[in-house]
Structure formats: C-alpha cells, structure tokens
C-alpha cells in the first residue's frame, strides 16, 4: 500500500508528485520550511518556500538558485497533489506544508512556535488527518515563560550594565532570534551594535521590504572604549567573537530554550541566561497537536520517543518519524475522517 509521504535517506518525500519537504541531501525538486541550515540544503534543482524566505535562501544557498515563491495559504497542484504552505511562527518566511491528495491531508510542521514574536506570521493550527510535529523541547520539563517577561528580564540586564559602564553582548541565532530580540527590545539611548553576518541578513530583509529597527555594524577596528555600556548583538561562536577579548569589561547574555538546562551544567560560556526559544514548549506541542483535530502524529527533531509515547498515552496513534517506514500503512489504513469542525 503507498501512502502520501514517506520517509527516506533524502528526507520526508511525496511519491506522487515527486517533491521532498526540508531534504538532507539534493533532489530535483524541494519544498523548504524555512531558511535555517538544517532545512535549507544546497545543490537541490528546484526548490519552493514563502517569499519571505527568499532574501535568505538567496544568501546561503546562491543568488542563483530556482526558487519559485508562494503566499501563505495560496495553494498550487503537482500531478494532482494539492499543497500549501501556513505560518508556523518560527521565523521568518517559516512555513506548515499541508498536503492533500484524494480527501486525504497531511500537515508537515517543521518547526513552530505558538508565541507571538511580533515578526514572524503567528502559527496557525491546520486541520488535517496525519500531523508531523517536531519535538525538540517535547518533554514536560520545557515550559516557557511568556515572551515579554523575558523582554523585560533583558532590558533590566541590559539597562543595569549600562549603568554600570559594561558591555552587554547578547548572543542567540543570527536569523530568527535577533530578528525578535531587536523587534520587542525597547529603544535604548545608547548605541546598539551587531556582528557583521547579522547586519547583513538585515539588510537583505530590509531590502525584502521587512521593517527591522537599525544597528550599527560590529567592527573590528572599533576601539574597545566606544563599546563600553553598548549593546552587541552576536551569534555564539567563538571563533566569530575573538573581539570579545579587547572588551575591558563586558557580560555575555545567551538567548536559548536551552539554558535552563546548559546552567545545570558548569563552566557555562555566558554570564546571563535567558530562556527565549524559537521552537514549542510542551504545554505549546500539546496545543498544536490537539487543534490540528489529527489522530495519527509522527514526531520528529528532538524527544521524538517521549513525545510520542505521552501522545499514545493520551489515546493519538503516534511514532517517531524514522520508523515511518516499518508503521505508516497501518496507521493511514486506521486513520479517521478530518474533522472539519
């Protein structure tokens, strides 16, 4: 029996029109959930995403490449395989794809977020029969706090060293998380710096039509003497922030889901940690989970065996991914009708 997708070494593929969703390695044909490396592979021929992935995916993956672009919920038909694409509320340009074929939906999540970073399109619940959810933060241990709790715990960091004449470098993801740093941080009265390869997806973004608060580009030649009591925004890579070292006085704030648990840990590489993550908590999976109205869920990206093993507690039909192979005809052959409720 074959089904709609399927899981193989080049990714999660739709026999029917012949496209991969996210592929590892390079095919024909790729839809793209949004622009991070690990979802967005060079060499493939062709590939789709929502517009707003474009000024990315051109970046990293060639000004050149075939990249055909889409609205949300603007639907298009391959070989008589009906897609779209929904906001997933990751980052930007970060799309859900539904697909549809013979009454039969599935939803490909990627990863989402259901907080609001007032940059990215909101997450929006797609109803479907089959869901495929992500789990990187799938265990009950993960729950966030609401977003602006954490912009205030920042800007009283940030507000503090000032005062005191310390540099505040803020690191987390270069797309995404300093998008949504920049956007919800209030306008300070003292300058605001970035690395270069920050400023530069900003002004691709920028240039897109994307409205982004302005910086001031991270120099080397700056003399450590103007930085101090700035804000830096960074990534976290030692290699790129060498420059650290001529900074007499400065603090490290790390942005991440994961640093309740790296402070755990000892010899932590950052003065502050601050829990803002791009991707669900737990109480967040359970709730997209819930209003997709799905009852057969694959989990992929992180706890994939706990999450699904709650679902199954909670009375879903749900197993990780990579055992789609050796599941997925029995699941589809019990899959209910779509709620359309």
Request: hydrophobic share 35%.
């Amino acid at each position: 029996m074959s089904y709609l997708l399927e899981y193989t070494r080049k990714g999660i593929y739709c026999p029917q029109a012949d496209i991969y969703i996210d592929p590892s390695r390079r095919v024909e044909n790729a839809i793209i959930t949004h622009a991070h490396g690990d979802h967005a592979r060079p060499g493939s021929k062709h590939y789709l995403a929502h517009k707003h992935s474009e000024p990315v995916l051109r970046l990293r993956l060639g000004e050149q490449i075939s990249l055909r672009t889409v609205e949300y919920g603007e639907s298009f038909t391959i070989n008589g395989v009906r897609f779209s694409l929904h906001p997933a509320g990751h980052i930007i340009g970060s799309a859900q794809i539904r697909v549809e074929h013979k009454g039969e939906v599935w939803v490909v999540s990627g990863d989402y977020k259901l907080q609001n970073d007032n940059f990215s399109a909101p997450f929006e619940p797609v109803k479907c029969n089959v869901f495929i959810t992500e789990t990187t933060f799938g265990l009950s241990k993960f729950k966030w706090k609401p977003q602006q709790t954490v912009i205030d715990e920042i800007t009283n960091w940030v507000s503090k060293n000032h005062s005191e004449g310390i540099t505040s470098v803020l690191m987390g993801y270069a797309l995404g998380k300093m998008q949504r740093l920049l956007v919800n941080l209030p306008k300070f009265d003292f300058p605001v710096y970035a690395h270069p390869s920050i400023v530069k997806l900003h002004e691709r973004l920028s240039e897109a039509g994307l409205l982004l608060p302005s910086v001031i580009p991270l120099k080397q030649t700056l003399p450590a003497e103007i930085l101090k009591g700035a804000l830096v925004l960074s990534q976290p890579s030692a290699t790129e922030n060498l420059w650290l070292r001529k900074l007499p006085n400065y603090q490290v704030g790390f942005c991440s889901g994961w640093v309740g648990a790296l402070e755990k840990k000892k010899h932590t590489a950052y003065h502050k940690g601050f829990e803002l993550s791009d991707h669900s908590d737990w109480d967040e999976l359970n709730t997209a989970v819930r209003e997709t109205g799905a009852q057969c869920i694959y989990t992929t990206h992180g706890y994939t065996s706990e999450f699904s093993k709650w679902l199954r507690v909670c009375g879903l039909q749900s197993k990780e991914l990579e055992n789609m192979s050796n599941t997925s005809e029995q699941m589809v052959m019990n899959m209910p009708e779509l709620n359309n409720e």
